[in-house]
């Protein structure tokens, strides 16, 4: 069973949310403050947070932010329905994806469910080219292990950001538009989308510098330029 972590001051929220969780096989654990939320994630064995916007102590665009410098859960934002800048500002910070209040909870499972698929590796039986390991000039990708290397340096990756490197690393030189990595990393549609492919491409460039490997062709989209090495 996943267990899932809510962490939003709604007290009347987590009761009715857990039980409609666990009809997903989810075990979704609430925490009314941000302190309490952070420590829980400390103490490991989640599987996925959501985070409200609206928080007493701090924000959770600032929760975000610390819960990125010490790990890659997959995180989904609650945000105001209609503002757009919380769910870009979200993004930008790590979020994996956000859910617009007021939500149904379907639609937040569903959520979750993707993110949760998203960070586990297909096996090597199902999918071999997936999980073949791809070295390039400075740059090495593991599928299996979902790990980065830099310049011999091992990179923290948010599970969005690996997925998109890793799907222009499988065939690097191609051009991919943002409808195809859209539909290739999300499966199914959100109005920021397509703007999100930005804040995650520019992400990616920040943490792979001083590599200079994602390229975008005007109005076509992106690719990755480096060469590539036997594994």
Same mark, same amino acid.
């Given at each position: 069973m996943h267990r899932i972590l809510l962490i939003d001051d709604d007290a009347q929220l987590g009761g009715p949310l857990a039980a409609y969780f666990a009809r997903f096989d989810m075990q979704l654990v609430c925490a009314l403050r941000p302190g309490a939320g952070l420590e829980l994630i400390r103490q490991g064995g989640l599987d996925a947070a959501i985070l409200d /916007?609206?928080?007493p102590e701090m924000d959770g665009f600032a929760l975000c932010r610390l819960i990125r410098k010490?790990?890659?859960i997959p995180i989904i934002m609650l945000t105001a329905r209609g503002e757009v800048m919380?769910?870009?500002?979200?993004l930008e910070l790590g979020a994996d994806d956000y859910v617009p209040k007021p939500?149904? +909870?379907?639609?937040? /499972?569903?959520r979750v469910q993707t993110v949760l698929r998203?960070? /586990?590796?297909? +096996?090597a039986a199902i999918a071999p080219p997936d999980t073949a390991r791809l070295v390039f000039d400075g740059l090495v990708l593991d599928p299996v292990t979902r790990s980065v290397q830099r310049q011999g340096e091992l990179l923290e990756l948010t599970s969005t950001e690996f997925d998109l490197l890793h799907l222009l690393a499988r065939e690097a030189g191609r051009v991919f538009s943002r409808d195809d990595i859209l539909s290739r990393l999300r499966g199914h549609e959100a109005e920021l989308y397509t703007r999100a492919v930005d804040i995650v491409v520019s992400r990616l460039r920040k943490k792979l510098e001083p590599l200079?490997?994602?390229?975008t062709l005007?109005?076509?989209?992106?690719?990755?330029?480096?060469?590539?090495?036997?594994a």
């Open positions: /916007v609206m928080l010490e790990s890659d919380d769910r870009v500002v979200g939500f149904e +909870p379907r639609e937040l /499972v569903a998203r960070r /586990v590796a297909p +096996p200079d490997c994602i390229k005007r109005n076509a989209g992106y690719s990755l330029a480096l060469g590539r090495r036997p």
